[in-house]
């Protein structure tokens, strides 16, 4: 438990000490790969004008540069707040074996990050969106799709 505390603590560490050096909001993660940090994240938005520069989106980026790997197999994530919408999309298609969170997304909503419009917008159909969204040749689209199907030296993920 002592290390797992470590951890936390490290990507604790990186949410306060990113945010008090203007990089973006209090936010920080580590990957981890057999006990040892292998990659670090916090919060970029607002200096990169990158609005998915997340932790766990930039952790992720550069965890997948140290493996040499689209997939994050036998690593475990740690981020100082539950995982937004968009982060935990990420996380899921990177594949570490585990997630360790500290503040939930109640406490982010509690200083002004409130994710819970993006939620709520997942569940509604296509047309009674906020955001208008319409589509358009898919017809023309599905050829991309039907070459992957043929593909036969692709890689899955």
């Not at 306060?16 to 203007?22: E, T």
């Not at 990659?39 to 990169?48: D, E, L």
């Not at 965890?63 to 539950?82: D, H, M, R």
């Not at 906020?130 to 993920?157: C, H, M, S």
Request: glycine share 6%; hydrophobic share 40%; with cysteine.
């Amino acid at each position: 438990m002592k290390e797992k505390e470590s951890f936390m603590r490290e990507a604790i560490k990186l949410s306060i000490d990113s945010m008090l050096a203007g990089n973006g909001g209090p936010f920080g993660a580590i990957i981890v790969k057999d006990g040892k940090i292998i990659a670090r994240g916090f919060n970029k938005v607002t200096s990169t004008n990158d609005p998915t520069a997340h932790a766990e989106v930039v952790a992720i980026r550069e965890a997948c540069k140290v493996l040499n790997s689209f997939q994050l197999t036998g690593c475990e994530l740690y981020t100082s707040c539950e995982p937004c919408p968009m982060c935990l999309g990420a996380i899921y298609w990177a594949r570490p074996d585990k997630i360790y969170f500290a503040n939930t997304k109640a406490d982010a909503a509690a200083i002004g990050f409130d994710d819970q419009f993006i939620y709520k917008e997942l569940e509604l159909a296509i047309p009674d969106r906020n955001l208008i969204t319409e589509q358009l040749l898919q017809e023309e689209a599905i050829i991309a799709f039907q070459k992957w199907q043929q593909k036969e030296d692709k890689i899955k993920y």
